[in-house]
């Protein structure tokens, strides 16, 4: 069973920016596409981003093109979620997850893994 720790989180100011961190376990990260996801108090879990396992796709959100960046680090198994331009309608849990694919995180099903979140708040 994969562990997802999430870091990075915090209170920020509105146009600011983060830097989150996804670091697994385990010596198979490489294999496997990893993403991130968003759930703001009240709301449903929204994605975020996802990544290939090479890093050569990458896919977002609408609502965060452009200002988020997706990168991995295969060597280190972490994943990471560069925030740029915050906005306080960003403000939420994000988690790590982990599948086969893209389209398998697009999807979030029994198959994917997930992390414990990290709080990101952007005040106005």
């Known amino acids: 069973q994969v562990q997802l720790v999430e870091s990075g989180g915090g209170l920020v100011q509105a146009g600011g920016s983060l830097r989150l961190s996804c670091a697994a376990s385990g010596r198979t990260f490489s294999r496997y596409a990893m993403g991130w996801f968003r759930q703001a108090p009240g709301k449903e879990r929204e994605f975020v981003a996802a990544i290939s396992w090479s890093g050569g796709s990458t896919n977002y959100a609408d609502s965060v093109k452009g200002r988020f960046t997706i990168s991995r680090e295969n060597a280190k198994s972490t994943v990471y979620l560069q925030m740029n331009s915050l906005k306080p309608e960003d403000t939420a849990v994000y988690y790590c997850?982990?599948?086969?694919?893209?389209?398998?995180?697009?999807?979030?099903?029994?198959?994917?893994?997930w992390g414990q979140g990290t709080q990101v708040t952007v005040s106005s």
């Open positions: 997850a982990r599948d086969s694919s893209i389209v398998a995180i697009l999807k979030a099903s029994e198959s994917t893994s």
